[in-house]
C-alpha cells in the first residue's frame, strides 16, 4: 500500500538570518512570535517590518481615531518586540486599511531593498489568503512574492498557513471570534505539506503570550471570546508553507 512520507519540517533554528514582513502590528507576533524569539535566542538575526502602525484596526473609531490608535499601536509593538527579544523592528509608514489602492511599484521596491539590506535566509509573511483574508494582509503577501522573485528569490520564502488539523479543531472558535474578513474561508494545508510545524515550548508560548498581551487593543477582545486557557492553547503552534520558486 502507497503511504504519504511527511516532510521534515523545519524547526526555527534552521531559518537563518530572518526577515519578517507583515501588514499590521500583532500579525507578526500572532503568527511567528514563537519562531522569531526561538531564533533570537538561538543567536540569529530577525527583522520583523510592518507597513502600518494598524491605526485603523477598531470597531469604534469614535473612541480610537486613528492617530490615537496609531500611536498606541506603536508603543504596543514596541513593548512586544522587546518581550520577544526583537531589536531590529521597521515600519513602511503605509496607511491602514488601503494598502490595494497604492500604486504597488513603491512598496514592493522598498521591500526589494529590505531584502538586500538584510540578505535574509527565510523570508516570513502571509500567503495569498492573507489568513483572515483581510484586504491589507493579501496585499502584503503579493508585494513580498513579487519583490522575491525581483530579486531572483534568493533564501526561502514561506508563507503563514492555517493546517488541516487547525481548522478541523479551530474553526467554529475562528467564527465566534469574527477572525475572518469576508465569506470566503481556508481549506487547510495537509500537515504533511507544512514547511513549519512549530510546536512553542511551555517557555516560548510563555514569551509569546506576554508580548501578545502587550498588545492589549488587538487582542483583549480574543481574550474574551476564547478565555485565557483556549487563547493561549490556539496560539502555541506556527505553521509555514514554503512558496515554490518561479
Same mark, same amino acid.
Given at each position: 500500500?502507497?503511504?504519504?512520507?511527511?516532510?521534515?519540517?523545519? !524547526?526555527?533554528?534552521?531559518?537563518?538570518?530572518?526577515?519578517?514582513?507583515?501588514?499590521? &502590528?500583532?500579525?507578526?507576533?500572532?503568527?511567528?512570535?514563537?519562531? #522569531?524569539?526561538?531564533?533570537?535566542?538561538? +543567536?540569529?538575526?530577525?527583522?520583523?517590518?510592518?507597513?502600518? @502602525?494598524?491605526?485603523?484596526?477598531?470597531?469604534?473609531?469614535?473612541?480610537?481615531?486613528?492617530e490615537?490608535l +496609531?500611536?498606541?499601536?506603536?508603543?504596543?509593538a514596541? %513593548?512586544? #518586540?522587546?518581550?520577544?527579544?526583537? !531589536?531590529?523592528?521597521r515600519?513602511? +509608514? /503605509?496607511?491602514?486599511g488601503?494598502?490595494?489602492?497604492?500604486?504597488?511599484? +513603491?512598496?514592493?521596491?522598498?521591500?526589494?531593498?529590505l531584502?538586500?539590506?538584510?540578505?535574509?535566509?527565510?523570508?516570513?509573511?502571509?500567503?495569498?489568503?492573507?489568513?483572515?483574508?483581510?484586504?491589507?494582509? *493579501?496585499?502584503? $503577501?503579493?508585494?513580498v512574492?513579487? =519583490?522575491?522573485?525581483?530579486?531572483?528569490?534568493?533564501?526561502?520564502?514561506?508563507? =503563514?498557513? #492555517? $493546517?488541516?488539523?487547525?481548522?478541523?479543531?479551530?474553526?467554529? *472558535?475562528?467564527? !465566534?471570534?469574527?477572525?475572518?474578513?469576508?465569506?470566503? *474561508?481556508?481549506?487547510?494545508?495537509?500537515? @504533511?505539506?507544512? @514547511?513549519?510545524?512549530?510546536?512553542l515550548? &511551555?517557555?516560548? /508560548?510563555?514569551?509569546?503570550?506576554a508580548?501578545?498581551? @502587550?498588545?492589549?487593543s488587538?487582542?483583549?477582545?480574543?481574550?474574551?471570546?476564547?478565555?485565557?486557557?483556549?487563547?493561549?492553547?490556539?496560539?502555541?503552534?506556527?505553521?509555514?508553507?514554503?512558496?515554490? %520558486?518561479?
Open positions: 500500500m502507497a503511504t504519504t512520507e511527511r516532510r521534515t519540517a523545519l !524547526a526555527p533554528t534552521d531559518l537563518g538570518t530572518i526577515l519578517a514582513v507583515w501588514a499590521h &502590528p500583532d500579525d507578526e507576533t500572532f503568527l511567528a512570535g514563537g519562531i #522569531m524569539a526561538d531564533a533570537v535566542a538561538n +543567536g540569529q538575526r530577525v527583522v520583523c517590518v510592518a507597513a502600518t @502602525a494598524g491605526e485603523r484596526g477598531t470597531d469604534d473609531p469614535v473612541e480610537w481615531p486613528p490615537r +496609531g500611536r498606541v499601536r506603536r508603543w504596543e514596541r %513593548a512586544a #518586540m522587546a518581550v520577544l527579544g526583537v !531589536a531590529d523592528h515600519w513602511l +509608514g /503605509l496607511p491602514d488601503h494598502l490595494a489602492d497604492l500604486d504597488p511599484d +513603491g512598496p514592493i521596491e522598498s521591500i526589494a531593498w531584502i538586500d539590506d538584510v540578505g535574509p535566509d527565510t523570508i516570513l509573511t502571509f500567503g495569498p489568503d492573507g489568513m483572515t483574508f483581510h484586504p491589507d494582509h *493579501r496585499t502584503i $503577501s503579493t508585494w512574492t513579487e =519583490a522575491w522573485r525581483r530579486r531572483g528569490a534568493p533564501g526561502r520564502l514561506l508563507h =503563514a498557513a #492555517m $493546517s488541516t488539523s487547525q481548522l478541523d479543531e479551530w474553526a467554529e *472558535r475562528y467564527e !465566534a471570534w469574527g477572525v475572518f474578513m469576508t465569506d470566503e *474561508r481556508p481549506t487547510g494545508v495537509p500537515d @504533511a505539506e507544512l @514547511a513549519v510545524d512549530h510546536r515550548s &511551555p517557555t516560548t /508560548l510563555d514569551q509569546k503570550m508580548a501578545l498581551l @502587550a498588545m492589549h488587538q487582542t483583549a477582545p480574543a481574550l474574551a471570546v476564547l478565555g485565557a486557557g483556549d487563547f493561549r492553547h490556539e496560539n502555541a503552534f506556527e505553521r509555514f508553507v514554503a512558496c515554490p %520558486a518561479p
